[in-house]
């Protein structure tokens, strides 16, 4: 249980990390739609881990119930996201001061996180293949 709390606080650290660097390309890059942009970012990354950590305290608990029920549990919370994805993006189309490709890339930045904690997670795995060994 704290290996799972420690790896959720690494994906966030890294979430966070690949929002700040989002923020000053755009800031560089798209001068005039920066503000909007920033929002949606901001608006989208913060929705993604929210959905993460539900996504990890649901796991958690279905792993302490009986098959039918756990099954049940997780289809529920699992459409709720969903339900809760739509939402946002609806949201970022309407409100003309979030941009809506902002919030799809903030959204995403949960998923690059991942894959860059578990690139990264395993040290003697590139040491290995640097020396040429074979596991």
Do not use: C
């Not at 690494?10 to 800031?27: Q, R």
């Not at 739509?86 to 799809?104: K, Q, R």
Request: zero cysteines; aromatic letters at 12%.
């Amino acid at each position: 249980m704290a290996d799972l709390r420690e790896l959720t606080k690494k994906i966030m650290l890294w979430v966070g990390i690949l929002s700040a660097v989002s923020i000053v390309i755009f800031l560089v890059f798209f001068t005039k739609s920066a503000k909007a942009l920033t929002i949606g970012l901001a608006f989208g990354a913060s929705i993604s881990m929210l959905s993460f950590i539900d996504l990890s305290n649901t796991l958690q608990r279905a792993v302490h119930k009986g098959p039918a029920k756990a099954q049940s549990y997780t289809v529920k919370k699992y459409f709720m996201r969903y339900i809760i994805t739509g939402v946002v993006i609806y949201v970022a189309v309407v409100a003309p001061y979030i941009n809506v490709i902002g919030t799809v890339i903030g959204m995403l930045l949960i998923k690059f996180a991942i894959m860059i904690t578990n690139l990264f997670n395993d040290k003697q795995f590139y040491k290995n293949i640097i020396e040429r060994k074979e596991v």
